[in-house]
């Protein structure tokens, strides 16, 4: 059972490392984004 808990607890970890970058990267492309339309609007 040891076994199974310590594989379980690995595999969660590198999920959650995974899930962390999606989510910053989605975060950067949402501002890069927004940044885009502001300049656009202040200048067009």
């Keep these: 059972m040891e076994g199974i808990a310590a594989q379980a607890e690995a595999a969660v970890e ?7 970058t999606i989510g910053g990267a989605i975060v950067i ?11 656009k609007a202040s200048f067009f």
């Design 29 to 39: 492309c949402a501002a890069a984004v927004m940044a885009f339309r502001w300049i």
């Design 14 to 20: 590198a999920v959650r490392e995974d899930i962390v």
